[in-house]
DNA sequence: TCAAAAGTGTTATCCTTACACCCATGT
DNA sequence: ACATGGGTGTAAGGATAACACTTTTGA
């Protein structure tokens, strides 16, 4: 049983937390106190500490952040080599398990400062991943040109499926495809692999520079980090439809307003107010706590509060909101 | 960053090799040698050896099977203690990744037999998941009255969103719920926390015998692998229906009815003929080859195949059969 | 009185579900 | 001829997408 001599793994648990900050989805980075580049926080895994990952998990989040998570639901487990490890480096190899959490801001930001994380937009990451304002400009002006210049050059990868072209197609939702806000991983992973971004060249990828200068695409993170990220956007983006997940990052009461504005932060669309508001009632989800908010320059809101019966009473309670409104 | 000194920790790789033979989905398992348990194929992760995981578990289905997978996903990975190490074992800690793999069934079995393989039946492990053939008698006669026992008696466990009797209505569809076909790992971790499998009893857990004697709920399997088979059973069905991951299962060409009793057989359901004809041909999915079967006892069918280029074109094909047909 | 946001009502369209029926072959 | 499975048509109901309009506040 004994076998040939392997290297050292260690498994180190990441996670992406994530907040609501009125219309920007935050994210918790961490140890950004040097001029290092930006990282989730992260801590290692070790079975006689911890009955489970999830333990583990929650333990460090609490050590390292002093927030207390709700909602946690392991992401993918990453274990490519030279995508964590540098190049040349002997250390023990590191399998990254990523989790998503979600969480509310806290009150006050020092005990997070104290541990030297802080929350961040996560649209600084993917930029051309927020659609509330229209299509982003940076995809017609920057990643298509440059994206649309490697699928021609770079030869077909062997078990691939499709070509970069339709891949590109699919991903971006060019010639007339419609854009699948959920398809966060597929177009992080066309940039990375056309060597469009700063994690892609760190990891020793070619250059791409087809027709001028290469333009930054959103802030690098530390290792992998944004592709776990780009991972979790993506799930919590497919989960807000099929579970009740939202109200995890809503407080306690919210007006229908919020709550939409809260979907559309994650999703990066814009959502038909009516259409919206019958769905949600048509759920069953919340209900009217019988209160009023104080207007915010209109006619006053009426409240709701979440209606956790519901996890009970329907098998698949979601905000199934369409693909075009 | 060294740190102190943590349990050494190996990474396996847990395949869940799935095939279809006419209404039977097969599931490979490995190790039957001796009188032990039946067990999924594992290969341990070495970094030196493989650059990603994907690329270590072909390659070692490769070797034990001389299988060649088509389609392979990752799972999850498992990592509580207590379900992968024997009692007060103090070997390395095992992780096991579990992954999906979806192949065809191959001419001969020796190469199989000579590694000490072999396709089951993957309802032998879960007979309460086939209700092809109308509900699964299993249910009323053991299942539901023992876990209804045990939802009343076990105390609620902290940190549980839902009481038990609750978790089992949505699992199980009581009480007027619908029967979900895709909570497979839901109504076995059930079965788990409620004592009555016998990896739970293997695990230390109290055996649960209200009203009556213990039946035997499906065969057992090693370690967690029959966790694994729920999970990758659970995925199946649900990737049936916006993936059109059935065709890796099927031949070349076939017939509309064979593709029905492939995704019947999966599913553990009965589909409506003619909506489920409908449904095929308006997602474009599929195209007639201008053959005919000869038939098996009734009208010669038209046989089809798959339409690669559907890939390409639309965005998420699959076979979107709905809950009642 | 006007802007801004909340909230209501109604219609056209498409997809799902369900049912009824005809066709081609082997025995 | 009849049993068996293959194959077609079509109507009812519900969900979705889109439209236009009214109400209540603060400035």
Do not use: C
């Amino acid at each position: 049983m004994a076998g040939p001599i392997r290297a050292p793994i260690e498994i180190g648990l990441t996670a992406a937390i994530v907040a609501i900050d009125n219309d920007a989805p935050q994210i918790l980075v961490a140890g950004a106190r040097s001029g290092e580049a930006i990282g989730l926080p992260t801590g290692p895994f070790d079975p006689l500490a911890h009955r489970t990952f999830e333990i583990a998990l929650r333990t460090f989040v609490d050590q390292q952040t002093a927030l207390s998570v709700g909602y946690v639901e392991q992401l993918y487990t990453f274990g490519d080599r030279g995508r964590l490890t540098r190049a040349g480096g002997a250390d023990p190899h590191v399998v990254s398990v990523g989790y998503l959490a979600l969480t509310r801001l806290p009150e006050d930001n020092k005990a997070l400062e104290a541990a030297g994380a802080r929350f961040e937009p996560w649209y600084r990451f993917f930029p051309w991943e927020d659609w509330r304002g229209g299509r982003p400009a940076l995809l017609d002006a920057a990643i298509l040109p440059a994206l649309g210049a490697w699928a021609k050059t770079a030869r077909r990868e062997p078990g691939r499926a499709l070509p970069h072209r339709d891949r590109l197609k699919l991903a971006f939702g060019s010639d007339g495809l419609p854009w699948d806000e959920e398809k966060v991983l597929e177009r992080y992973e066309l940039l990375y692999e056309a060597g469009l971004i700063e994690e892609a060249l760190r990891d020793g990828r070619e250059a791409a520079r087809a027709g001028g200068k290469l333009v930054p695409l959103g802030e690098a993170m530390r290792l992998d980090h944004r592709r776990i990220l780009a991972t979790a956007i993506a799930r919590l983006r497919a989960k807000l439809k099929y579970r009740p997940v939202v109200f995890e990052l809503m407080a306690a009461e919210f007006t229908l307003t919020e709550l939409q504005h809260t979907v559309e932060a994650i999703s990066g669309r814009h959502l038909h107010k009516q259409n919206f508001r019958r769905l949600v009632e048509g759920t069953a989800l919340v209900e009217p706590t019988g209160e009023m908010a104080t207007a915010t320059g209109g006619r006053p809101a009426a409240l709701y509060r979440f209606r956790r019966e519901v996890l009970a009473e329907r098998p698949a309670p979601g905000l199934r909101f369409g693909a075009r409104y």
